[in-house]
């Protein structure tokens, strides 16, 4: 079982930066894809980020493009999330995924493993 804990979530003001790490557990996190997804109140958790398990291929939501930056270090099981110019829109609880498989998703219902949140508000 791989269990997942993020962090670095905070409030900041628009326009400035946090970096969210995730840390996992286990032996098999070089062999799985991972991904960052987002909940804002009232809506549904939607896609942000993912990384293959070679850091070879990423993909991210058009919404934090240019702005966004995913990568890992297999060395230390840790997934990263960095993220500029911050919107008040941005705001909500960013979890991490693990996937069991070579390749990303976008689809919430194909990720193995799920953090336990950590929240970022933006105030503006």
């Known amino acids: 079982q791989v269990q997942l804990v993020e ?3 905070g409030l900041v003001q628009a326009g400035t930066s946090l970096r969210l790490s995730c840390a996992a557990s ?3 996190f070089s062999r799985q894809s991972m991904g960052w997804f987002r909940q804002a109140p ?3 958790r939607e896609f942000v ?3 293959t398990r070679s850091g ?3 993909y991210y939501a058009d919404s ?3 702005r966004f930056t995913i990568s ?3 060395s230390q099981n840790t997934v990263y999330l960095q993220m500029n110019s911050l919107k008040p829109e941005d705001t909500a609880v960013y979890y991490c995924a693990g996937r069991n498989n070579a390749y990303y998703s976008t689809l919430i219902n194909q990720y193995d493993y799920w953090g336990q949140g950590t929240q ?3 105030s503006s």
Do not use: L
Request: aromatic share 0%; proline share 0%.
């Open 120 to 122: 970022v508000t933006v």
């Open 72 to 74: 890992r270090d297999n």
């Open 42 to 44: 009232g809506k549904e």
């Open 56 to 58: 070879g291929s990423i």
């Open 49 to 51: 980020a993912a990384i």
């Open 64 to 66: 934090v493009k240019g």
């Open 26 to 28: 286990g032996r098999t």
């Open 7 to 9: 962090s670095g979530g």
